[in-house]
């Protein structure tokens, strides 16, 4: 069992889904599910929905949603001395990307590695080591000499795709694995175990497991399915950045290895209080550790969910990851297999829709 996790996990992260391009995580997620319903489908822009059907036709609808899409970059010009200039899709911390490597997809699909390169130490005037780096200052490095070679000898051109690159591990002493795109393939993965757990149970709900595109420019992908799916309640799964390290917040409220995340608030959402509820009571009820958090910065689908239709009562939930929108991350499986139990949960004994009084 946990083996499976592990190397689905690895395929997952490893592989290439940048937002708009996330083509390959969606035929992942599309064959792991195929095997244990024939409700898939693929809408226009790329969202994935696999839908369990349950026992009642009365019963309620849930709609659990994670994001295909990683964060990288795009070429945005291509200078003389065959050096590349990127923009960002989706958000980072330039702090952490200097000497970073990555693969630039060329137009006959093959990546091209390179390194991500700002002016040496040794060259930097006084007191620029302090700032942080812009990424208007920053290029790749593909080892080209000209505009020329970048076109003809790489094949490159702008527009082309730019994807982080980092390895993957897993760490047996603390049970942590270590990678890229934990935000969100983490939840791929737990929508794609909920699925394979569910088809051997009976569950009154109606499940629909939905694989988004473009929530980091965006929500975009939610936006479009949101009111083309009738869902009675929504629970979106992310990779939650944890707070549990040195110059993090006095009392940390995502720790990695203490639990599931389970958001009260960010300033694009808040947790829909019925919903809440039913999470705690599912909880309590299976003995499964959660961890509260109030989130001052961020967002995810859930902003594009629960304004849908007549509004879908939404919850955020994920696994605690530490070092989220940079080239490598951190989480712990023990978090992840309590998050899983405890969505599993939500499908097999929800058999009503959630109060929407407040």
């Known amino acids: 069992m946990k083996q499976h996790s592990i190397t689905l996990i690895e395929r997952l992260t490893q592989a290439s889904g940048l937002s708009g391009h996330e083509k390959d995580i969606g035929d992942i997620f599309r064959k792991e599910l195929s095997v244990y319903t024939d409700l898939i489908e693929t809408d226009n822009v790329g969202n994935v929905v696999a839908t369990f059907v349950g026992t009642n036709p009365e019963g309620p609808a849930i709609l659990f ?49 390179g390194i991500i390169g700002q002016l040496s130490l040794h060259f930097l005037k006084k007191g620029a080591t302090q700032q942080i780096p812009e990424l208007e200052d920053l290029f790749v490095d593909i080892g080209a000499s000209s505009a020329d070679e970048v076109r003809f000898l790489f094949h490159i051109d702008i527009g082309a795709l730019v994807v982080p690159v980092a390895p993957f591990s897993y760490v047996k002493e603390k049970d942590v694995v270590m990678s890229k795109a934990f935000d969100d393939r983490i939840g791929i993965a737990a929508l794609i175990e909920i699925g394979k757990r569910i088809a051997h149970e009976e569950h009154q709900a109606t499940v629909m497991l939905a694989a988004t595109v473009q929530e980091e420019v965006g929500t975009r992908g939610a936006k479009v399915l949101a009111n083309a799916l009738n869902a009675d309640m929504a629970i979106i799964v992310e990779g939650a950045p944890a707070d549990d390290i040195p110059g993090g917040p006095s009392h940390p409220q995502t720790r990695v290895g203490n639990g599931a995340h389970v958001r009260l608030f960010d300033p694009t959402h808040i947790g829909h209080p019925g919903l809440l509820q039913h999470i705690d009571e599912v909880a309590h009820e299976s003995n499964i550790k959660i961890q509260k958090a109030v989130r001052k910065g961020g967002g995810t689908d859930a902003v594009a969910l629960s304004l849908a239709q007549k509004g879908i009562p939404s919850v955020v939930t994920g696994v605690p990851v530490r070092y989220a929108h940079s080239h490598n991350c951190l989480i712990s499986l023990k978090d992840y297999f309590s998050l899983i139990d405890l969505l599993v949960g939500i499908c097999l004994h929800t058999t009503k829709t959630v109060s929407v009084h407040r």
């Open 65 to 113: 949603a994670a994001h295909q899409d990683e964060i990288g970059f795009i070429v945005s010009d291509i200078l003389d001395n065959g050096f590349l200039r990127i923009f960002n899709i989706g958000g980072w911390n330039t702090v952490t990307l200097p000497s970073s490597p990555v693969k630039v997809q060329n137009s006959e699909g093959r990546m091209i590695d």
